[in-house]
């Protein structure tokens, strides 16, 4: 689904580097945004969530909105070898009278030892 | 926390038979509960949403007399594949959302393989 887009990867970082994942959402309707970690053959797990405008902080994980620009992204410090996974931007919304719960394509991270 | 619980999670059927894959909110009540698909090396696609008490709305190409979803409590729904082919193979997963919160909380999946 198109209402949610973000870059395949795979996105590289050493070791201790931020790693820094975006994700844009096509419709202003869009309510809450949240971020989700998958590794292969598992179900994704949250993260993070944020519904405001402005940095949401969860230890190494930041979470940032922009409703304006219709971008969320997610910057991970001091990165770890098991951070790699596949990153899933995920928006929620009412489309219609539906209530809507849509997935980016996912952005694969790699952090290097 | 919030627990899903994804039943089963593989699943291999013959082709032409049909496959009952149940979702359920184990600690909270979900008035919607969400069915998504995954192929392997792809993203999550949404193919309905289920809401207690009514039909479930699905999205556009998928089709709602091959995938039947009940929601019959505000803890469970099911996906019902019908008539199976090896297309239909996939990851199936289910998620469920709370009443007081947004975030929706992910069953294991199930892995089904049609031959």
């Known amino acids: 689904q198109k209402e949610v887009e973000q870059n395949s990867g795979p996105l590289s970082v050493p070791e201790g580097a931020i790693a820094s994942l975006n994700c844009t959402y096509s419709?202003?309707?869009?309510?809450?945004f949240f971020w989700y970690r998958q590794y292969s053959g598992k179900s994704p797990e949250l993260i993070m969530s944020?519904?405001?405008?402005g940095d949401k902080e969860d230890g190494r994980f930041t979470a940032q909105l922009n409703k304006a620009s219709q971008y969320v992204s997610l910057l991970i410090r001091d990165s770890q070898p098991s951070d790699s996974a596949t990153y899933l931007c995920?928006?929620?919304?009412?489309?219609?009278?539906?209530?809507?719960?849509?997935f980016g394509s996912g952005t694969k991270l790699n952090v290097k030892p | 926390g919030a627990v899903v619980s994804q039943h089963p999670s593989r699943v291999i059927c013959k082709s032409g038979t049909s496959v009952k894959i149940e979702c359920r909110s184990l600690?909270?009540?979900?008035?919607?509960m969400f069915w998504y698909r995954q192929f392997p090396k792809q993203s999550l696609m949404l193919m309905a949403t289920?809401?207690?008490?009514?039909?479930?709305?699905?999205e556009q190409g998928v089709e709602k007399d091959k995938f039947l979803i009940n929601h019959a409590s505000l803890t469970l729904s099911t996906l019902t594949v019908t008539s199976a082919h090896p297309e239909d193979s996939s990851f199936y997963i289910c998620?469920?959302?709370?009443?007081?919160?947004?975030?929706?909380?992910f069953g294991q999946g199930t892995r089904l393989t049609v031959v």
């Open positions: 998620s469920a959302k709370p009443l007081e919160n947004t975030e929706a909380f």
């Open positions: 419709d202003r309707v869009s309510q809450s």
């Open positions: 944020i519904y405001s405008n």
């Open positions: 995920a928006v929620n919304g009412v489309w219609g009278n539906f209530n809507k719960f849509y």
């Open positions: 600690d909270f009540q979900a008035t919607t």
């Open positions: 289920s809401n207690e008490g009514s039909k479930a709305t699905y």
